[in-house]
């Protein structure tokens, strides 16, 4: 299956692809950068995983076919968030590596591919004419 194949037919389907990426930069610099460097905001820590990972697989949704191409891109986000907790625990004094981070990453994940089988899942496809 090539890339394209993966990808719904957008017509800005390079732009859309660039700003999720830049959104999961966003998430990855956020998480590794030292918690006094970022704004204070009263909510859980597991609560901001839940959230960004949430947002981060609800656009997957909006950008990637359903079935086995979403499937695939929704283990990315869990290996990422993988990924995150070990780079947390490898690399920086302080932050942790912690579970719980791991099992808010993937609740907000599969709360993100639950908006595919919702009246929101193909939005941007209406919003974004197909080429």
Do not use: N, Y
Request: glycine share 8%; net charge positive; aromatic share 6%.
């Amino acid at each position: 299956m090539s890339g394209a194949a993966w990808v719904k037919p957008l017509r800005r389907r390079r732009t859309w692809l660039a700003m999720w990426w830049l959104a999961i930069a966003t998430v990855v610099l956020a998480c590794l950068l030292p918690g006094s460097d970022l704004p204070s905001i009263p909510v859980s820590d597991k609560l901001e995983h839940a959230l960004a990972f949430f947002a981060l697989s609800a656009s997957a949704v909006q950008l990637f076919r359903r079935g086995m191409p979403l499937l695939l891109v929704a283990g990315g986000l869990l290996l990422l968030g993988a990924a995150i907790e070990i780079a947390q625990h490898l690399f920086t004094t302080s932050r942790a590596m912690e579970l719980g981070d791991l099992v808010a990453d993937a609740l907000g994940i599969a709360a993100g591919l639950a908006t595919a089988w919702t009246p929101l899942g193909d939005l941007l496809l209406k919003l974004d004419r197909p080429v």
